[in-house]
């Protein structure tokens, strides 16, 4: 099929996640052909670099031949088999894996039934999400606390797509037209509002305080809030929260979707806070960008729980839980950052990041730049997620090989986490290119 036969067909069928079809009816679309390394190719010949990791996904760059060997290898033994009362040595290996890399893991004096040793598997960031919620409403329900049955988000998170991730969110963008269909959270002042994260900090202690005993658990993005604007706050600012949680006895459920697996130059953000949650999610990374594959880790405590008669297992599990493709994949992607110290890597990159971005902060028009670990973002006018602002620069850089995705005003980059150093200094030049470009226009 030649490209435009592509395009026509799409246009015909395809509905694209978060797209105004009519502008992208009016827009040629990028075509890809095929992927390699920081790049994408387009149909028609053109090569972009992918600035996002193809939605944040492809950490490792597109098609790794040892991910790629992975998978095949897994295909020709195991494809699926479902983990309702079955096994498999792909699974039972990546779940002690992870556990091993889980905050608190090397930590001597953690006591036992906090560490993160239990995983369970789904397919995406957002089912992990789901998976976490219901395990903790559960866990109250049967543990003599039935009364904790509602969580608590920050303002501005973004924790997914399904119904009950979205209640969590607390972005009207993100929530406004569902809010009949969306359960009750309590929302709290983001670290990143202005007025500081101690202040944030305060406002969730008082929540915890006042009504702790309704509360079934606190769910944040620790470090960085992602799809809510590329937002940072001070790790305190995490610290303060397990500890406001653990004086309330409730859970702290921690969200890295986006910032685990080495975004932000640790296995975890919470590893890199000091912190130790009572679940965490993971996914995007964990599968490199091969296909979709997610974890919930739980700590002993939590499991324990739901121990016993048959009334307590814990009613949940998708139709690919724990596929062995997925998990071939993941448990390829962690030995990835082991031999090649990814982990290194992420510094190197993060300082070079921080540099360019804090840079730009002197041209006219570009407001709060910011950085963590691979991640770099700034605002270039005030109307957020729907704005058009981060869409001009996209279109300038697009004219320049570049592949950037803004979330309205804001743009962002978070590519690869073993992009080579003369590949990050291509990307951040030309987005300083685009950007300049744009900002004279
Ligand atoms: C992307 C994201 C999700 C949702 O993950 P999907 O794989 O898109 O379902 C949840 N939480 C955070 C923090 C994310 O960045």
Known sequence: MNRDEIIELDHRHVWHPYTAMDRYFAEDPIVVERAEGSYLFDADGTRYLDGNG????????????????????????????????CTHETAARLASELAQIAPGAGV????????LTRVFFSDDGSTAVEVALKMAAQYWAQNG??????????????????????????????????????????HVR?????????????????????????????????LLQGAGGMLPHPAAYVRAAREATLRAETLLI?????TGLGRLGAWTACERAGVVPDLLCLAKALSGGLLPFAATLASEQLFDGFRGTKERAFLYGHSYAGNPLGAAVAREVLAIYQDQNV????????????QRFAGWGELKGVRHPRS???????????????????????????????YLRPLGDTLYIAPALNTAPEILTELLDGVEAALRETLAS
Do not use: C, N
Not at 167 to 178: D, E, Y
Not at 254 to 258: Q, R
């Open 54 to 85: 193809s939605w944040w996904v492809s950490t490792l760059g597109h098609r790794h031949p040892r991910l790629v060997q992975a998978l095949l290898r897994q295909t020709e033994s195991l494809p699926h088999a479902s983990l309702a009362g």
């Open 108 to 115: 001597a004096s953690l006591p036992a039934h906090r560490r």
């Open 145 to 186: 606390r039935p009364s904790r049955t509602r969580f608590v988000a920050v303002r501005s998170a973004f924790h997914g797509e399904t119904v009950g991730a979205v209640s969590l969110s607390g972005l009207p963008v993100f929530r406004s037209i569902f809010g009949p269909l969306l359960f009750d959270v309590v």
């Open 190 to 222: 983001s670290p990143a509002e202005e007025g500081g994260w101690e202040r944030a900090a305060e406002e969730l202690a008082e929540v915890l305080k006042a009504r702790g005993d309704a509360i079934a658990g606190v769910v944040l993005e620790p």
């Open 254 to 258: 921690a969200d890295e979707v986006f």
């Open 343 to 354: 982990l290194a890597q992420v510094e190197r990159s993060a300082a070079q990041i921080a």
């Open 372 to 402: 963590l670990g691979m991640v770099g973002a700034l605002d270039l006018g005030g109307e957020g997620y729907l704005g058009e602002r981060g869409w001009q620069v996209y279109r300038a850089a697009r004219r320049r090989g570049l």
